[in-house]
DNA sequence: CAGATGTGCAACTATAGTATTGCACTTCAG
DNA sequence: CTGAAGTGCAATACTATAGTTGCACATCTG
């Protein structure tokens, strides 16, 4: 499971508010830093580390258009991910159907 | 979407690694904290603060059996989050294709 | 009852993550 | 060229989080 076992950096990707915030901003439309950090309360370099680490996770990619860093929502690795973690909690909710019936026919 | 607005919340909790790991080890079945310390490398009650950030994210569900406190990871959690992410990227993909038909017509 | 096992609370340390500010460099418009 | 807007790098401050240890209390077993 080389997809499993890289999980945690993107959820730790996605488990910050104002990262979160900024996401799903780009995923209404692709938009730079400068862009961003005067639409949200905090400062452009705040947008670039919080950008870096979406980037890092495969959750955003980034574009030069002239002058601009243009940066856009990646809704298909998103969409992989929650493949990914509903086929796990699937499997525990299979695995834990199986021990409640091994004990009720011992119990 | 009362259920989106809380997402954070939930992959603030699945994005540590040795939360990760105690919630993997307990999909494959329930365990206590002083079991899972017997396994993991670190203290019990450094499991005790992780599974109480599970609990609180509705990934972890714990029952008191005698002297013991049981927990066991709560795979339809996970699938419930799974169909949000999943729902979320597929409008985001849509929006860019509308985007780029806009652009193209534009262009 | 005594001992082993399990839990809960509290204080503390250390590290990672968030956010800020300042400055230099680039690029587009007048 | 000048100014405005965008970007990148670096130093710093602050906060949150992970992890530890120590102790008190509960509970099952012999």
Redesign the interface.
Same mark, same amino acid.
Not at 62 to 75: F, N, P, Q, T
């Given at each position: 499971m080389t997809a499993t076992t890289q999980?945690?950096?993107v959820? +730790?990707?996605?488990?910050?508010?104002t990262r979160?915030s900024i996401l799903v901003r780009l995923?209404?439309?692709?938009a730079s830093a400068s862009a961003l950090a005067r639409e949200l309360p905090i400062s452009r370099q705040a947008i670039v580390k919080h950008l870096e680490v979406l980037s890092a996770a495969g959750l955003v990619e980034s574009e030069k258009v002239g002058r601009e860093l243009v940066h856009? +929502?990646?809704?298909?690795?998103? &969409?992989d991910? +929650?493949?990914?973690?509903?086929r796990?909690?699937? &499997?525990?909710?299979?695995?834990?159907a199986r021990?409640k019936r091994l004990a009720e026919g011992a119990g």
């Amino acid at each position: 499971m080389t997809a499993t076992t890289q999980l945690a950096p993107v959820f +730790a990707a996605l488990g910050d508010d104002t990262r979160w915030s900024i996401l799903v901003r780009l995923g209404e439309a692709p938009a730079s830093a400068s862009a961003l950090a005067r639409e949200l309360p905090i400062s452009r370099q705040a947008i670039v580390k919080h950008l870096e680490v979406l980037s890092a996770a495969g959750l955003v990619e980034s574009e030069k258009v002239g002058r601009e860093l243009v940066h856009r +929502a990646l809704g298909g690795r998103l &969409s992989d991910v +929650a493949r990914d973690l509903e086929r796990i909690g699937r &499997s525990w909710e299979a695995r834990l159907a199986r021990i409640k019936r091994l004990a009720e026919g011992a119990g």
